[in-house]
Structures are given as structure tokens and as C-alpha cells.
């Protein structure tokens, strides 16, 4: 992508398209100076997105710039935004996203179909992930980012995934919050489809906030799964949490579930259909598991 100088001197976008990729359209800025990129492209296409200044524009906006790419044909979309951007990707149908947002930005990714997703999130960042088709998710924020703000509302991380997914979460760091989260969870899982779980959080990094609402791992799968967690140190809380436990695990469905928590940590397991359970607590623990007869 190239800017050019508009008539007033601001900086306007450029893209080179080709005819034989079907209608492209590329907005002017925004009302309110917030630098706007529409792409349209309703056939099979592949873009390759560069744009290394920061706000996507180097526009003097007021807020973040906000980049919309509308691709309802199957594409391949490769994205590196080194600067604070907000991205908003909408794909009806098939496609593979490659998004590298290495600075502050704001992700809100709507995916319909199915798709892989892979994000490497290295600064500060909201991630929020809405994929109703198969998808494959494998998130990697690996420094303290996942946010320095008051969030009122839902949580850090939200993942709504209906079908059948893979999801791989890797949080290294002291990461997933310093912030006041006083409404769902920090990290929160709705699969109602099979599924493969692989979450490791792998230092003291789910939390050191106060959390006056629901828990901070919350994993939902009605339907057939496999859990892997491995929680290495003393992560699962140093928090008071007056509403449900730390880790909260309702499976009805058929599951094998491998929990490893060497730190300290609170347990509920409640799994109604049939279950292989595998828990190695080596550390203090309060473990509670209900499960109903004969399952």
C-alpha cells in the first residue's frame, strides 16, 4: 500500500489493484480525522497488506486509524501493522489470516466461516475472536499485554467458537492482566463443538487483580473434547474471587481432561458424560470433583 497528499496536504491511501481481482474501493479519512482503509474485494484474492507507520495512516488523527477488509470470496490475507491500529476483518467465507501486530492495537476479528487464525500480539492488546465456523486459533502474546486498562465489561479474552476448533493459548509472561476487571472472566472459553484445548500459562500471570464477578478460567464444551492445561506456578490466583472457584470445568459431553497445577489453585470439575481424568496438584491445592454415578 502506497499514501499519496490530498488537496488540504493529508495523507490519503493508495492501493494497486488489478481488474481481474474484482471492484476494489479505498475510503477517504473518516469523520472526526480517524484514518479509514475499506477494501472490497468479492472475488478469490490475496493480499498483502504493509503498512509500517504508526495508525495504520501517518495521518494527524486524533484516535487509532481503523483498517475494514470486506472479502466475501475465498482469500489468503497476510497483515503486518507494526504501529496502533484497529483492525477489523469480516470473511463469509473460507480464508487463512495472517495478522503480526507487534505494537498497541485493538483486534476485533468476525469470521463466519471456517478459517485459521494466528496472531502474534507482542505488545499491549485486546484480543476478541468471534469465529461460528471450524476454525484453528493459535494466539501468542508474549510480554506483559494483554492489557494495562479498566475493562467494565467482558473479559481480556473472549473466544466464542459454536464449531469445532483447535485452540492453543500461550501466555509466557506476567501478562493476562494488570487491570480491574469487574465483570466475566479474564480468560473465558464457550466450545460448544469438539474441540482441543492446549492452554499453558507458564508464570504468575493470571492475575494480580480483583475480580468481584465470575472466575478466571472458565471452559464451557458441551460436546466432545480433549483438555490439556498446564498452569506451572503459582498463577491461578493471588486474587480474591467472591463469586465462583478459580478453575471451573463443566463438560457433559465425552472429555479427557490432563490438569497440571504445581502452585496453588482452587478445582471444579464437573463432568456428567464419560471422562478420562489425569490431575497432578503437587502443590497446595484445594481440589472439589462432582461426578454423577456411573459416569
Known amino acids: 500500500m502506497h499514501v ?23 475510503s477517504a479519512p473518516a469523520a472526526h480525522g480517524q484514518a ?33 477488509l470486506a472479502v466475501p470470496g475465498p482469500a489468503v490475507l497476510d497483515l503486518t501493522v507494526p504501529g496502533p491500529a ?9 480464508a487463512v489470516l495472517d495478522l503480526a501486530v507487534p505494537y498497541s492495537a485493538v483486534l476485533e476479528l468476525a469470521v463466519p466461516g471456517p478459517a485459521v487464525l494466528e496472531l502474534a500480539v507482542p505488545g499491549p ?10 476454525a484453528v486459533l493459535d494466539l501468542v502474546v508474549p510480554c506483559s499485554a494483554v492489557l494495562e ?17 483447535v ?48 472466575v478466571v478460567l472458565e471452559l464451557a464444551v458441551p460436546g466432545p473434547a480433549v483438555f490439556d492445561l498446564a498452569v506451572p506456578c503459582s498463577v491461578v490466583l493471588e486474587l480474591a474471587v467472591p463469586g465462583l472457584a478459580v478453575l471451573d470445568l463443566a463438560v457433559p459431553g465425552p ?9 496453588p489453585a ?17 502443590c497446595s491445592a484445594v481440589l472439589g470433583g462432582a461426578r454423577p454415578s456411573g459416569a
Not at 38 to 64: F, K
Open 125 to 134: 492488546a485486546v484480543l476478541e475472536l468471534a469465529v461460528p465456523g471450524p
Open 36 to 68: 479509514v482503509l475499506e477494501l472490497a474485494v468479492p472475488g478469490p484474492a490475496v493480499l498483502d497488506l504493509a503498512v509500517p507507520c504508526s495508525a495504520v495512516l501517518e495521518l494527524a488523527v486524533p484516535g487509532p486509524a481503523v483498517l475494514e
Open 255 to 263: 472429555a479427557v481432561l490432563e490438569l497440571a497445577v504445581p502452585g
Open 167 to 214: 485452540l492453543d493459548l500461550v501466555v509466557p509472561c506476567s501478562a493476562v492482566l494488570a487491570l480491574a476487571v469487574p465483570g466475566p472472566a479474564v480468560l473465558e472459553l464457550a466450545v460448544p463443538g469438539p474441540a482441543v484445548l492446549d492452554l499453558a500459562v507458564p508464570c504468575s500471570a493470571v492475575p494480580e487483580l480483583a475480580l468481584p464477578g465470575p
Open 4 to 26: 499519496s497528499t490530498g488537496s488540504g496536504g493529508e495523507l490519503v491511501p493508495r492501493v494497486h489493484h488489478s481488474p481481474r481481482d474484482g471492484p476494489s474501493c479505498v
Open 266 to 282: 482452587v478445582l471444579e470439575l464437573a463432568v456428567p458424560g464419560p471422562a478420562v481424568l489425569d490431575l497432578a496438584v503437587p
Open 86 to 94: 484497529v483492525l477489523e476483518l469480516a470473511l463469509p467465507s473460507p
Open 149 to 165: 486498562l479498566a475493562v467494565p465489561g467482558p473479559a481480556v479474552l473472549e473466544l466464542p467458537v459454536p464449531g469445532p476448533a
